[in-house]
């Protein structure tokens, strides 16, 4: 069974920063993509950023030059920096996982959401 458990959501001031984790387990094979989306209040969920097997990234334009995300191989973690925060980027985060599996199957996760609340 596979989980993805993400962390270090909170309140901070606009201006602030803040860095998000998220943890991958089960039995995984080999990871297309593993990313970020959000959602805020009365809106669809969004791709924030978003890491692509061969190293290639993908930003929304809302967050080039603040957020940056980050992996970690070896611990099917990856993390999203986020600086020079504003009120749009309050919403609910979540962790998103396109991956293949021991049983060979392709499947995708979401983790449960952490809130991200930026205080103007």
């Known amino acids: 069974q596979v989980q993805l458990v993400e962390s270090g959501g909170g309140l901070v001031q606009a201006g602030g920063s803040l860095r998000l984790s998220c943890v991958a387990s089960g039995s995984i094979v080999s990871i297309n993509t593993m990313g970020w989306y959000r959602q805020a209040p009365g809106k669809q969920r969004e791709p924030v950023a978003v890491w692509r097997s061969g190293g290639s990234t993908n930003y929304a334009d809302s967050v080039k030059g603040r957020f940056t995300i980050s992996r970690d191989n070896a611990k099917n973690m990856v993390y999203l920096q986020m600086n020079n925060l504003k009120s749009e980027d309050t919403a609910v985060y979540y962790c998103?996982?396109?991956?293949?599996?021991?049983?060979?199957?392709?499947?995708?996760?979401w983790g449960q959401g952490t809130q991200v609340t930026v205080s103007s």
């Open positions: 998103n996982l396109d991956a293949i599996y021991v049983s060979g199957i392709r499947s995708g996760y």
